[in-house]
């Protein structure tokens, strides 16, 4: 079983930075692909950032050149630093860490950003 932890949302004014951060533990061997997923009220859970095992980058076009997905030191840790915000950012983020074809998932951190 991998357990996911998120922290670092928050309230934050148009224009400013939030770091959210993310781990996941138990049962993994290597690193896992990894990535940033977040849902506002009446949407879709949709995703906003992934890192490949290898290390390979992926963004959503709304938050390319704002965001930054990035790993840790630590194994298995991966941050999503975000410049920038704008009041459309604000939703729940989910940190997701995939282990074979099991999806395994944080609780959620809340970011709102106001205008």
């Known amino acids: 079983q991998v357990h996911v932890v998120e922290s670092g949302g928050g309230l934050v004014q148009a224009g400013g930075s939030l770091r959210l951060s993310c781990a996941a533990s138990g049962r993994i061997f290597g690193i896992l692909p990894m990535g940033w997923y977040r849902q506002a009220p009446g949407n879709q859970r949709e995703l906003v950032a992934d890192?490949?095992?290898?290390?390979?980058?992926n963004y959503a076009d709304s938050v390319k050149g704002r965001f930054t997905i990035s790993r840790g030191n630590a194994k298995n840790t991966v941050y999503l630093q975000m410049n920038s915000l704008k009041p459309e950012d604000t939703a729940v983020y989910y940190c997701?860490?995939?282990?074979?074809?099991?999806?395994?998932w944080g609780q959620g951190t809340q970011v709102t950003v106001s205008s």
């Open positions: 890192i490949s095992s290898g290390g390979i980058t």
């Open positions: 997701n860490a995939r282990r074979g074809s099991s999806n395994n």
